[in-house]
């Protein structure tokens, strides 16, 4: 690791993954620059105010100062130009790799000659070769010689204390020896963690895209057995806490659903690129599946609450608790909390929702709020807030049915108190 004093470095996009990697480098010595396209978020950038609540960067934006423009032109300045910009899917699932085009074709009318450019967002194997690729060839480049083109799949996981963008393991693919050696330099001067090269940029992209989908498959395998086990009459939390005794097994967590932009998302990428060459990804897609049926799973279970205590949808005050994708984040992308409360709608439920990350979203303003005017509870979003909350502060609420979504309530306090507790096989 030595500090860099020449080489400048342009980061496009500006998010949970680009503003991190943009005050590393500028940490580690290289004049950084960071091309976004929201004016708001430059404007607080450059006043070294974060516009993402995370405390990495809350803490080292103010120390380690970017200069943030909207203007392309700031990219003609790098000698290392990083591409952070979404993948998303569209609504019905199919990839939309029209931010990468965008962002490759920017860079495209801006490039240094000799310039090395790095792909961070998580895209399927052969984008680099087929979509990236072509656009600086059809400009006139020549990738190996007046560009180089590196894959390094981004690892952000936004909130975590432990991995950030300063200790975590990267991999790293190119198209030819120069362009690997610029980006793993580029790399091992970013990370206290491993730095290691691929054989191809092909199998760069595939590693990410296999760790998510290796995640969102045992979720699925958690979610699916939960609902068998409501029927068994067995605590899957259990059974997974008794699983988890085994050296080998790793534990995963069913739950309302499914969210954030890498999970539900990378798998998609996978499934479409193998089906334009003729191979169907049958077990992903069932994956898939099950977990995009939990938020309607979890509303069910409402509903047969209510029923039992023969109290219809319609018309029930039912309050929300969380809308962010995950503990104590502001992110809402593909969060189950946006399909929940759709399908809770649909049932003329009368829907009250709190986040504290997400206020401007959340009908009330505070959790005493939401408690006082709720008769049920959908537990979406295991929020630190949210776990603090006694089980007598339920009964003097007069809550008569909670479900907890991510199975992190007290369940036997709350049942003792006469509530009727649902939880996800739990
Ligand atoms: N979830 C479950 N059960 C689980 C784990 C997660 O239902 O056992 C749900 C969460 O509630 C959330 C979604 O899945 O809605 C995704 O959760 P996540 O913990 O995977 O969080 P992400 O989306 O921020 O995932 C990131 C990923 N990082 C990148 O893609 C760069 C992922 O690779 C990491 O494995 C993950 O963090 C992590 O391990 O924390």
């Known amino acids: 690791m030595k500090k860099q004093e020449k080489k400048t470095v342009c980061v496009i996009g500006l998010g949970y993954v680009g ?5 590393r480098a500028k940490e580690m010595g290289y004049p950084t620059y960071g091309l976004e396209r929201d004016a708001k978020k430059v404007a607080l950038i450059n006043k070294q105010k974060s516009p ?6 809350e803490h080292n934006l103010p120390k380690f100062p970017i ?6 032109k700031i990219i003609k300045e790098a000698d290392i130009v990083l591409i952070c910009v979404p993948t998303p899917v569209d609504k019905n699932y199919y990839p939309d790799l029209g931010p990468v085009i965008g962002a490759t074709e920017t860079v495209v009318r801006n490039l240094k000659k000799g310039a090395l450019v790095v792909l961070e967002s998580t895209v399927n194997p052969g984008v680099s070769e087929e979509i990236v690729a072509p656009i600086f060839e059809k400009a006139g480049f020549k990738i190996g010689k007046d560009v180089f083109i590196a894959h390094c799949p981004e690892r952000i996981d936004p909130g975590n204390k432990t991995w950030n963008v300063t200790n975590l393991p990267r991999v790293v693919g190119s198209f030819d020896q120069k362009g690997l050696a610029m980006a793993v330099e580029f790399y091992k001067n970013i990370t206290t963690g491993e730095v290691r090269p691929m054989r191809s940029i092909r199998e760069a992209e595939a590693v990410k895209i296999v760790e998510n989908s290796f995640r969102d498959i045992n979720i699925a395998f958690v979610n699916e057995l939960a609902k068998s086990f409501d029927k068994l009459d067995i605590d899957i939390k259990d059974v997974i806490e008794g ?14 659903g499914v969210g954030g932009h890498c999970i539900p998302v990378d ?3 996978l499934i479409e690129r193998a089906k334009a060459s003729g191979f169907d990804h049958k ?8 977990n995009n049926s939990m938020p309607e799973y979890t509303v069910n279970l409402l509903q047969t609450a209510l029923n039992e205590i023969k109290k219809p949808m319609k018309g029930t005050v039912v309050g929300v608790l969380g809308i962010a994708y995950k503990a104590n984040i502001d992110d809402v992308r593909e969060s189950p909390a946006i399909k929940i409360i759709e399908l809770l709608k649909r049932h003329q439920v009368n829907v009250l929702t709190y986040d504290p990350y997400i206020l401007e979203k959340s009908t009330e303003k505070n959790l005493a709020q939401l408690l006082k005017k709720s008769e049920a509870l959908i537990l979406v979003t295991n929020h630190a807030e949210f776990l603090k909350i006694s089980p007598q502060t339920f009964k003097t609420n007069k809550i008569k049915v909670i479900i907890d ?3 992190c309530l007290d369940k036997n306090a709350i049942k003792k108190l006469g509530i009727l507790y649902k939880g996800i096989g739990h």
């Open 52 to 57: 993402i609540k995370e405390e990495f960067l």
């Open 19 to 23: 503003l991190p990697l943009a005050v």
């Open 267 to 269: 798998p998609y990428y």
């Open 243 to 256: 699983a988890s005794t085994k050296f080998s097994f790793m534990p995963h967590f069913p739950g309302c």
């Open 283 to 290: 077990f992903l897609r069932t994956a898939r599946e099950i």
């Open 67 to 72: 200069i943030a423009s909207t203007d392309e």
């Open 405 to 407: 979504g991510k199975n």
